[in-house]
């Protein structure tokens, strides 16, 4: 079976590796919004329970074992 070339578009030369990497400077990954804990200050995603301590608006909503020091 032979493919002819005349039905679709042809790159007409290589795009060079500066030039990929030139158009792929814009391709990157957002940084997501960090908040603090306000009671341990751990750094938290918005509207989500802290992790570390549990709590979430001022209670204690995951009951995370603190360890006694
Ligand atoms: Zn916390």
Redesign the pocket.
């Known amino acids: 079976m032979r493919l002819n070339l005349q039905l679709f578009a042809v790159p007409f030369r290589r795009t060079s590796k500066t030039k990929k990497r030139m158009r792929r400077t814009h391709l990157k990954k957002e940084v997501g919004v960090i908040t603090a ?1 306000p ?4 750094n ?1 995603r918005p509207h989500r329970a ?1 992790a ?4 979430y608006k001022n209670e204690d909503v995951l009951h995370v074992k603190q360890d006694e020091e």
């Open positions: 804990c009671k341990c200050g751990a938290l802290c570390k301590c549990g709590y």
